[in-house]
């Protein structure tokens, strides 16, 4: 199977979820992006506080989310649909000695407007820099 298909599949599943069954992922928005010597800062927040991701720019899943746009959080212990941190890792890049972390679209159901290259260029894959809890 072509990886296009296979990774628009498993956005597609992860997305379905929430039409039956929401998810317990955390949602996060984007708040910034800064690209400096061959990294990416990206800040995220949820209702639990800010995170800070890093990606190396040229790493495969070095995304940069859209503004405005909800991702669900996956981490280790959080899969998104038949998403896990394993299945991102193998299918992105793992940054070995880091948390590693990634963010899927959290579509409310699939819109057939959207394009499957749309769903891949949505999931991103980072290591965990910080997290601030919000008080």
């Known amino acids: ?69 909800p991702y669900w959080l996956l981490t280790a212990s959080s899969p998104v649909g038949k998403m896990d941190l394993d299945w991102l890792k193998n299918w992105y890049v793992d940054y070995h000695d880091a948390t590693n972390m990634g963010i899927v679209p959290a579509w409310e159901g699939w819109n057939k407007q959207r394009d499957l290259m749309e769903a891949y260029r949505q999931v991103g894959s980072y290591w965990l820099s910080s997290f601030t809890a919000t008080k």
Do not use: D, H, W
Request: glycine fraction near 8%; hydrophobic fraction near 45%.
């Open 1 to 69: 199977m072509n990886r296009l298909v296979a990774l628009a599949l498993f956005v597609f599943s992860a997305s379905m979820v929430s039409q039956s069954n929401p998810p317990a992922n955390e949602v996060v928005r984007l708040v910034s992006v800064k690209e400096e010597n061959g990294a990416k800062r990206i800040v995220m927040q949820s209702k639990r506080g800010i995170y800070l991701f890093m990606c190396n720019v040229g790493a495969a899943g070095c995304t940069t989310p859209i503004p405005g746009q």
